[in-house]
């Protein structure tokens, strides 16, 4: 599992931190912040030197990374609407999240459905909250945290050309032109432009 200080996430090998002088051990870990779709989980340890210790005295790690059933919708979408029964200025809206605002990516900004209205309903979302839609990099105590496409916290790891995690690029190729298409009787009765797909030999 990642850690949130240490550079290679998923590695086992002791921190710098780990081994500060005046530091209890490490706490168990916490209760993952989600059962689905990635969420973090958190140790403490605690400071014997009268709170001088170096370093920090909270630790975070993924967990629950696998997809969540696709009828339980977004994250984000159901902290936003759990606020529909509250009345903001004296009016109850149907609330679904606001755009992606990349000065505050881990506020719970929602907009009122068919209205003009978009608000910060609280400062920061729930641990485990996508910073924004297209990437893994999940909110973790109000801030954004990097998050690798192995979805370790601070991994690096990336999807290369093929789509391939942590790939080298080599389990696909680039095909350049375009071929000419040979339409069948078949498919000019159809009126398609396409032919069928087929895989490669």
Not at 18 to 35: F, L, N, P, V
Not at 53 to 79: H, L, M, V, W
Not at 130 to 153: N, P, T, Y
Request: charged share 25%; hydrophobic share 25%.
């Amino acid at each position: 599992m990642g850690f949130l200080f240490v550079p290679q996430a998923s590695r086992t090998t002791r921190s710098d931190e780990d081994r500060d002088i005046g530091w209890d051990a490490w706490g168990s870990w916490s209760e993952c912040s989600r059962t689905c779709g990635g969420g973090a989980s958190y140790s403490l340890r605690r400071c014997l030197n009268g709170g001088s210790c170096g370093g920090k005295n909270i630790r975070y790690r993924t967990c629950s990374n696998r997809a969540c059933p696709a009828e339980s919708g977004d994250f984000r979408a159901q902290q936003c609407s759990a606020h529909n029964d509250i009345k903001y200025q004296g009016v109850t809206y149907d609330w679904s999240p606001s755009p992606y605002d990349p000065s505050a990516p881990c506020a719970l900004r929602c907009q009122a459905k068919g209205r003009s209205v978009s608000v910060e309903l609280a400062p920061k979302v729930l641990d485990g909250t996508r910073c924004r839609a297209d990437a893994f990099d999940m909110c973790i105590s109000g801030v954004c945290q990097e998050v690798g496409c192995d979805r370790q916290l601070g991994s690096g790891a990336r999807e290369d050309n093929c789509g391939v995690c942590g790939g080298d690029g080599s389990t696909c190729r680039l095909v350049r032109g375009q071929a000419l298409l040979h339409l069948t009787p078949e498919l000019r009765k159809s009126g398609s432009r396409h032919p069928p797909l087929v895989s490669p030999s």
